[in-house]
């Protein structure tokens, strides 16, 4: 039986006791005490019965200390339990309110020490910046209040409880409670008192709460302030040193808006700042304002009158040893990797971060739409039966968390738009909350992607539309049918400005198709772009038991219920590595837009506001990839929107090597994010001479062969190549699998139109089926003639009768070896290929082959629907340093285009292949790697992979495109790779 002292733990009702209402958190010279530190701590596995801890005299000498703020399941090694991963499902029984009695129990104390000064204040107020999931406090064993909402901030009354001199205070927190139904994020669930804890000194005269509503209009600035404070606090003065404006007012009435005359517009561009003291004679309040005014206008979201696109990433708070515990250099760092990715936008998915992370917003220049702490996706897996949304018994749990997320956080410019929540079906307790925040807040629009029909919000708001619906939603003459819409909802949602809460999602190798949705944004205003799922992975450090470090997801923990590494979908790994995703999204929205015509290029700036006047613009000129020529552009400062057609430089062309210029937008000067120099936007021409490409030489006169033959550096036994260069070589073999990325295993169908996905057949399930991973081999002939050799082969796969016929000419072509394989499928093949290529294993020798250099795309790997990171140039690379580390193997590597390749073994050149283009003038890409696909495939996370003595060279004709299907659409038809006859054409020389 629980005992009633622990009825709080399936309230619904949000809390009790000495609970004071939500306001800013403030920067204020009042005294406080930070409560952070070593914590003593006792773990139940269940809800204790009684409550003596909390008792000012109880004897804690034997627990524990943890440190606060932290997670327990990530402190003590497993002592305290481990973290558990679900996305949609809900780790204990859908039995709202009640949650399970095996509800682990967090028990902390610590003493603290009141100066006597204190003693003046008025009142000593306690704050919890987030604990999950429920709580109860005490202090000096005198019960305080509970409370719930794990993202938000929670200000206790504790003036009669406190005393000067020694103090102790008591929480308890439970992992699981009523709360708990409303916070099934896709998040690894990790409980704990995990932000600060804090004690302050409220003064008399004090000011309780302030709000600078800024506006910017005309070029001037105006402020709406509203002082919460008692009378005698009166009178409060507004200081902007900067603007030399000060501002008296003797009462509370006085308090009317304020014009503050020109001033520079806040925005994510120019995030300009003034700094501002709100004054009374006991406190004095430190505020940074940005004048910006948000509004729609019809179908356009503006921003100080100008059309916002975001190109936003959806921000979870997670690092790899800290879980959610805010790091704020970490976090810094990681908003200005943002910065120099040229992300403009974050949505704080799915929950208030840490407070400062918006005063970093504010100064680095973010447009943010800053989530409440709200899910209830579970109940999405029982057809949405008692969610939660809809339930009165859960209106004020839902009210109180609006609340305490637009108080908290209304003072910051950077803050646009107020978002309910995710995930959490529909209802009337959601019209609610945005009719709440309607009333509060009239300068910030309300989104709500679950809101399909609109009935309650401001921005039509969609995840992972696909390109055409996302192109029928910005079309006005479309009427093709909206997601969970009648025609009349679809109707009213057109117009309204529309964005992509969540769009490509980032697990793994990929996303494809970035280009495609940007396009899109230029092309029909309504878009107004979205924000990338998401930042980073997830993924927690921990080790093997031999001590292997590594990232784990899902699963790792022994959870009972999990979703595997569904948690592992950023574009930055959780080591902090930016992936090629993120790569790819910089070039796609770079804000300078680069076309070439003839001997001009046309440079568009396509920011929100700022002009160019802190780029330059430098070129240059390579042969092949080496450097002949460099300089910098003239370029006329151009406003945002404005285009102008400057000369291109004249650069030397070579007659016998590739000729390119590329043109750089670069920083003229250090920002706060990135140095002088910092490259924000890319463009290349091929300046190249034509050059034919050498005529197959056609050999006759076969005869049958056996035995063994030599040709140049090509050694044969049987036809099979034995040697290259001295050095023992198994192959060519016909590759057709790829390890599948995240995307190759996403098994949803998309159904235009209708609610959402239905489920299908992965394209990797498919290849297992069609056994691409098992391809088998036999010989069907072996041909020679003078200074050539000829092989046949039919491949294919055990119970299939669908097969591959490889021909493969090795030919001296000059005194070079020369090797053209033809690929031709047999009829029937009905899937798409993730690859077309041949693989050459070479093994260790004594000198592995550890580098590659080479002259074609990179520097990092590319795809056909993920090409415009990459240029062309000469790069290298070592083995490891060519693939990417994603949480769970998969393919990784491919470098298109390739013109020539040097493969190297400690730096020491071993083979030279040149790869000529087909004669649709397709190049071949190449992949080298510790490991085969197969081997890949077979490890759930990188210590799995086996030790490799062999290197593998896979050149592939073609390479399926990569999609973004484990959570939205498949790759798009144009990059798909279809089974279809393919040639690859190399001459090998020795390093
Ligand atoms: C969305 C959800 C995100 C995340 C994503 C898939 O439906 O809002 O929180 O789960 O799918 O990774």
């Not at 209402?21 to 409560?35: E, I, Q, T, V």
């Not at 206790?156 to 205070?169: E, H, K, L, Q």
């Not at 580390?885 to 020491?908: C, F, I, K, N, W």
Request: proline letters at 7%; one cysteine or more; glycine letters at 10%.
């Amino acid at each position: 039986m629980l005992s009633h002292r622990s009825a709080y733990v399936t309230d619904t009702a949000p809390g009790s006791g000495a609970l004071r209402a939500a306001r800013s958190w403030l920067h204020s010279d009042a005294p406080s005490l930070s409560l952070n530190g070593l914590w003593r701590f006792r773990l139940s596995p269940t809800a204790p019965a009684t409550e003596e801890f909390a008792a000012a005299d109880f004897d804690d000498s034997g627990w524990d200390g943890i440190p606060v703020p932290s997670h327990w399941v990530l402190q003590g090694d497993g002592a305290y339990g481990r973290p558990i991963y679900t996305n949609v499902q809900y780790p204990f029984p859908i039995d709202p309110p009640y949650v399970p009695d095996e509800n682990p129990t967090g028990d902390h104390r610590r003493h603290f020490d009141v100066p006597a000064d204190w003693s003046d204040a008025e009142r000593i107020v306690l704050r919890f910046d987030g604990v999950e999931s429920v709580f109860k406090v005490w202090v000096n064993g005198d019960e305080i209040g509970s409370a719930s909402g794990s993202r938000l901030a929670h200000e206790f009354d504790v003036t009669s409880s406190v005393r000067p001199g020694d103090n102790v205070v008591a929480v308890r927190v439970h992992q699981w409670s009523a709360a708990s139904y409303l916070e099934d994020q896709d998040q690894w669930w990790l409980p704990g008192v995990f932000r600060d804890v804090t004690l302050i000194a409220r003064p008399a005269g004090g000011i309780e709460d302030v709000w600078l509503r800024t506006g910017f209009e005309n070029g001037r600035g105006r402020i709406d302030a509203e002082i919460t404070a008692g009378a005698e606090a009166f009178p409060v003065t507004l200081r902007i040193p900067e603007l030399g404006v000060e501002q008296v007012w003797a009462t509370a009435a006085d308090v009317v808006p304020l014009a503050v005359g020109d001033v520079e517009p806040w925005s994510a561009e120019r995030p300009r700042l003034y700094d501002v003291t709100v004054s009374t004679a006991a406190e004095s309040i430190a505020l940074r304002a940005g004048f910006r005014t948000v509004e729609i206008r019809g179908d356009r979201f503006l921003v100080n009158g100008r059309r916002v696109v975001f190109h936003g990433m959806n921000r979870h708070e997670a690092h790899p040893e800290r879980g959610r515990v805010f790091d704020e250099a970490h976090a810094r760092e990681d908003l200005a990797r943002m910065k120099r990715f040229n992300v403009n936008a974050i949505r704080t998915s799915h929950y208030p971060p840490h407070p400062r992370l918006l005063d970093l917003a504010d100064e680095l220049g973010f447009w943010v739409i800053l989530e409440c702490d709200l899910e209830t996706h579970g109940f999405g897996d029982v057809g949405w039966a008692g969610n939660p949304s809809d339930d009165p018994a859960w209106r004020e749990a839902y009210l109180d968390r609006i609340r305490r997320t637009v108080e908290r956080d209304k003072n910051h410019p950077s803050i646009v738009i107020w978002s309910l929540g995710n995930e959490a079906g529909t209802g009337a307790n959601l019209a609610a909350m945005s009719a709440w925040v309607h009333a509060r807040d009239t300068g910030r629009p309300v989104h709500y992607e679950g809101d399909y029909a609109g009935e309650y919000t401001d921005v039509y708001s969609r995840m992972y539309a696909s390109v055409p619906e996302t192109e029928q939603i910005g079309t006005d003459g479309s009427r093709a049918p909206l997601m969970g819409c009648t025609p009349a909802q679809g109707a009213r949602q057109r117009t309204k400005p529309f964005l992509l809460c969540e769009y490509t999602h980032a697990m793994g190798n990929g996303p494809g198709a970035l280009d495609q949705y940007e396009a899109l944004v230029h092309r029909y205003p309504r878009l107004h772009g979205g924000f990338v799922w998401e930042w980073r992975d997830h993924g927690i450090l921990t080790t093997t038991p031999d001590g292997t470090p590594y990232y784990a997801y899902g699963g790792d923990f022994g959870e009972v219920v999990h979703d595997g590494n569904f948690v592992m979908d950023g574009m930055v790994l959780s080591s902090d590595v930016p992936t090629p995703g993120l790569h790819e999204f910089k070039a796609v929205v770079q804000p300078v837009r680069f076309a070439f015509d003839g001997d001009d290029v046309a440079i568009t700036n396509l920011r929100h506001s700022a002009d160019t006047s802190d780029l330059r613009f430098i070129w240059r000129a390579e042969h092949e990839g080496t450097l002949v020529d460099s300089g910098e552009m003239e370029v006329p400062v151009l406003a945002a929107g404005e285009s102008a057609r400057v000369p291109l430089p004249r650069i030397p062309v070579a007659p016998d090597a590739e000729t390119w210029l590329t043109v750089d937008a670069v920083l003229a000067a250090p920002a706060a994010w990135a140095g002088e120099g910092h490259v924000i936007a890319t463009a290349q021409l091929d300046r190249s001479a034509s050059r034919p490409v050498p005529e197959v030489r056609r050999e006759s006169g076969w005869r049958p062969s056996g035995g063994t033959l030599t040709l140049g550096i090509a050694e044969f036994v049987g036809g099979s190549l034995v040697r290259l260069a001295g050095r023992d070589v198994a192959g060519p073999r016909l590759e057709l699998f790829r390890a599948p990325t995240d995307n190759d295993k996403g098994a949803t169908e998309e159904v235009d139109g209708s609610d959402a996905s239905v489920p299908g057949v992965s394209n990797a399930e498919l290849w297992r089926r069609d056994g691409l991973d098992r391809l088998t081999t036999r010989l069907l002939s072996v041909e020679q003639t003078a200074g050539a050799l000829r092989t046949i082969s039919k491949v294919s796969a055990a119970n299939s009768a669908l097969s591959v016929i490889v021909e493969s000419v090795w030919s001296l072509v000059g005194g070079e070896l020369e090797l053209r394989v033809e690929i031709e499928p047999s009829r029937g093949w009905r899937t798409v290929w993730p690859r077309i290529g041949i693989r050459f294993d070479l093994p260790d020798g004594g000198a592995p082959v550890d580098g590659a250099d080479w002259f074609g795309l990179g520097p990092l790997e590319s795809y056909p629907d993920s090409l415009r990171a990459a240029r062309t140039g000469r790069f290298s690379a070592t083995i490891d340093d060519l693939g990417v580390d994603y949480a769970r193997p998969q393919e990784t590597g491919h470098r298109s285009q390739v013109r020539d390749l040097t493969l190297t073994s400690a730096g020491a050149e071993v083979l030279r292949i040149v790869a000529f283009p087909d004669t649709r003038g397709r190049r071949p890409g190449f992949t080298l790697s510790r490991h085969t696909p197969q081997q890949i495939a077979r490890a759930g996370h990188p210590f799995e992979l086996p030790r490799s003595e062999t290197s593998h060279l896979i050149v592939d004709a073609a390479q399926h495109g990569l999609g973004s299907r484990a959570c939205g659409p498949d790759v798009w038809p144009e990059f798909a790779l279809r089974p279809e006859a393919r040639t690859i054409r190399l001459r090998i020389s020795a390093g």
